[in-house]
């Protein structure tokens, strides 16, 4: 009480012994000798009026809320749906070779004719066998010695065609160097690796890719080539098939080679590219498991190679030509088998992969890494003049070549890099876990006010209440629980010990008469002659 006859709050605190829960009481107590106070009706209007405004734009803050809500979940939902689609992107990417020298590619030559008539000459019946198989043609295998050809191998009739010295006249690095008095070439095979394919017997330069050059005609290669047009079974198509590749790569110059022409000189300039896709399980379409096959590193046509291998395998229990790597250790088909199983088995292959309208059963995948190069050519006819100057030196002396046997057989080849520019085209994810990430702090920020630290408080106020909660609950479960323990323990007491008989009744309100005229003494206030005094008595024996 305060004095001034305004209603005081006075709040009562009781704390059980054993529970320590706390009950808090609130009692209003009002003066008697001062009267309430009268509101009047004009600011009555006024707090009516200011509680309607106040309703109203709480919910006029409700719906914004809600509608902010709405729309943030919205885009959220959005922005997930796009990062579970995993999309990607291309990044083009030129670097420039900062050492000034590159690794030099391998390049693959392929004589067109894939077996010398010189040697089919030789024995006519293995002559007429030759180009019946390649023809398809009906063959007699009950004739005298045609059993024995029949179990010939049939990729060892590659192997008589021209050597890669016959095949390789000179060869240059920079215009002013044997290849053969390069360090890295001392070793024959570093320079010059022979591979079988079905087109035949081929030749591959720089095979371990140890060469290194640099642009133009600083690190150019130069390279003339004789095709030996007098040992052609066919002299209506001639030349070579050339393909520039990674050293890693086999039998290139059956989809990627270009024809070279005898009589004419080829200036290629090379501008390497380096594509990179992302796995599966990021976006893109390739395996990361497959590195490597039969045909060396991994890609699109070294797969179809593959799968060919694997479908006449299963046709024929052979393939026409061994892998270079083998790794399913394929058997190499002998001639009657090429010609009863081998061609036919070639052609429904070729027949089915060919087809646009239905799936194929190779199932390739994109490589992951794949090394390519992007040729540009320029072309001009060898000289007169050349030609001659070559057939009366030594050279021409040793193959016993005229002017026009010059210009027949000859093929120059000048390959360099155009400048130490590397293309390189990857695909990266469009978009990843952190665009997803912004995207969606973002929207909760402008929208809703939300932070990490706000989440974070409202994470901790949670588990907060959460645990003052369960608290609260055991707690109160054990007070009532010890309550009931107590009751029983009373209730057993009694059992064993029981209370005394009643006294008579009156001598019972006698005692309660006696027992409540001394409480009252004990709790009753002493007669005060000041009003203010009694009031405050009256509290604290409320108290």
Not at 6 to 32: E, T
Request: glycine share 6%; hydrophobic share 30%.
């Amino acid at each position: 009480y305060n004095g001034s006859g305004r209603s005081s709050m006075v709040q009562v605190k009781f704390m059980h012994p054993d529970s320590k829960n706390l009950i808090r009481s609130v009692m209003q107590i009002r003066s008697p000798k001062m009267p309430k106070e009268k509101k009047t009706r004009k600011s009555t209007k006024k707090k009516t009026a200011c509680f309607k405004t106040i309703k109203v734009t709480k919910w006029i803050f409700y719906l914004a809320w809600a509608a902010a809500l709405g729309y943030t979940l919205f885009n959220i939902s959005k922005s997930l749906d796009k990062f579970l689609s995993k999309p990607v992107s291309t990044k083009i990417t030129v670097y420039h070779n900062e050492d000034g020298k590159m690794r030099f590619p391998t390049i693959s030559l392929c004589n067109l004719n894939m077996v010398n008539e010189s040697y089919l000459q030789e024995d006519e019946l293995m002559n007429d066998i030759w180009h019946r198989v390649l023809n398809t043609q009906e063959i007699d295998w009950g004739a005298p010695g045609a059993a024995a050809l029949g179990d010939t191998i049939y990729e060892d009739w590659f192997r008589n065609s021209p050597t890669w010295e016959d095949t390789m006249l000179f060869c240059a690095y920079a215009g002013v160097r044997r290849c053969q008095d390069l360090p890295i070439f001392h070793n024959v095979s570093n320079m010059i690796e022979e591979e079988l394919s079905p087109t035949g017997r081929c030749y591959r330069f720089n095979p371990k890719g140890l060469l290194y050059s640099k642009a133009g005609d600083y690190g150019s290669v130069y390279l003339r080539l004789n095709i030996n047009l007098r040992e052609y079974v066919d002299k209506s198509s001639n030349g070579f098939i050339m393909a520039v590749h990674h050293h890693t790569q086999y039998s290139s110059t059956r989809n990627t080679g270009i024809l070279m022409s005898p009589g004419f000189k080829y200036r290629v300039n090379i501008k390497p590219l380096e594509r990179k896709e992302l796995p599966v399980e990021e976006g893109g379409k390739c395996n990361s498991a497959l590195q490597t096959n039969s045909y060396g590193s991994y890609d699109l046509e070294s797969c179809h190679m593959e799968c060919r291998d694997k479908e006449l395998n299963k046709s024929c229990g052979c393939v026409p030509v061994l892998p270079p790597m083998n790794i399913h250790h394929y058997r190499a088909c002998t001639i009657r088998e090429m010609h009863e199983c081998g061609k036919d088995a070639y052609r429904d292959f070729v027949l089915e992969e060919s087809d646009t309208e239905q799936n194929h059963s190779c199932g390739c995948w994109v490589p992951c890494t794949h090394y390519s190069y992007e040729l540009s050519t320029a072309t001009t006819a060898i000289s007169r003049e050349y030609a001659e100057s070559k057939s009366s030196g030594a050279e021409g002396e040793r193959l016993n070549f005229t002017t026009d046997d010059v210009l027949n057989n000859n093929i120059i080849l000048e390959a360099f890099f155009r400048d130490m520019y590397v293309q390189e085209i990857s695909q990266i994810p469009e978009y990843s876990f952190w665009n997803l990430l912004a995207d969606i702090g973002g929207m909760l920020g402008l929208f809703l006010g939300a932070s990490v630290f706000t989440i974070i408080d409202f994470i901790r106020y949670t588990l907060n209440y959460t645990y003052k909660e369960f608290k609260s609950r055991y707690d109160t479960h054990r007070t009532s629980a010890e309550g009931r323990r107590s009751a029983d323990i009373t209730s057993l007491n009694n059992i064993e010990n029981p209370p005394p008989p009643p006294p008579p009744s009156g001598e019972m309100n006698s005692r309660r008469e006696s027992s409540s005229s001394e409480e009252d003494r004990r709790t009753s206030p002493e007669p005060s002659e000041d009003a203010d005094q009694t009031y405050h008595n009256n509290v604290f024996k409320i108290i």
